[in-house]
């Protein structure tokens, strides 16, 4: 039998994102933060391409990517609700990360698996943020996927997206447990 890291199992079947919404002061500090990106840019790559990048959006930032994301809004129509929506994530945010997929042309990596590689990196980093006792929340929404408002708020390059914004900061309350999948009922096993 295989020798168990039984802390870290236990942690991966206990983990729990904390709402964007709840996360208050303190933020990591830039020390804090290091080695969370480090254990997130440890995930496969898909022919050691690196398909991503991080920017850290730090508070100081969140007012303008608010201001931003009302005027993403207004430009493609979105509803005063949605954008209310998409304004909050910066407006309530301490600190964010945001994980850029870069898009490296590769006769060996089609782009569908570096797209996999980035989102890895985003779980990974929720993953570590909480391991390391901070709350954190995955998150993307409608102006992340308008290439205006990434090049605008971001400076991201044609061949660059967001894969994910991940919140970090202080928990401030313990959210409920919620329904999961029935692993049972969404596996099938081939013995043949």
């Not at 002061?25 to 398909?51: C, I, M, N, V």
């Not at 301490?94 to 698996?113: N, T």
């Not at 308008?146 to 044609?158: H, K, N, Q, R, Y």
């Amino acid at each position: 039998m295989p020798r168990q890291n039984s802390a870290a199992l236990e942690f991966l079947l206990n983990r729990r994102s904390r709402p964007a919404k709840t996360l208050v002061a303190p933020a990591p500090t830039r020390a804090e933060l290091e080695p969370l990106l480090t254990a997130a840019a440890r995930t496969p790559d898909h022919g050691k391409l690196e398909p991503w990048r991080f920017i850290v959006v730090e508070h100081g930032a969140m007012a303008r990517l608010a201001d931003l994301t009302s005027k993403a809004g207004e430009r493609l129509g979105k509803s005063p609700e949605d954008i209310a929506k998409g304004r909050s994530q910066f407006e309530l945010g301490h600190l964010a990360v945001v994980v850029v997929e870069v898009q490296i042309p590769s006769d060996k990596v089609p782009p569908i698996e570096q797209s996999y590689s980035a989102g890895a990196v985003c779980l990974s980093l929720l993953n570590a943020a909480l391991a390391a006792g901070w709350g954190a929340n995955w998150l993307s929404g409608w102006a992340s996927h308008d290439a205006e408002f990434c090049s605008e708020a971001f400076g991201l390059a044609s061949n660059e997206r967001i894969a994910g914004l991940v919140h970090i900061a202080t928990e401030k309350t313990k959210p409920p447990e919620r329904p999961r999948p029935n692993v049972e009922a969404i596996t099938t096993w081939v013995t043949e």
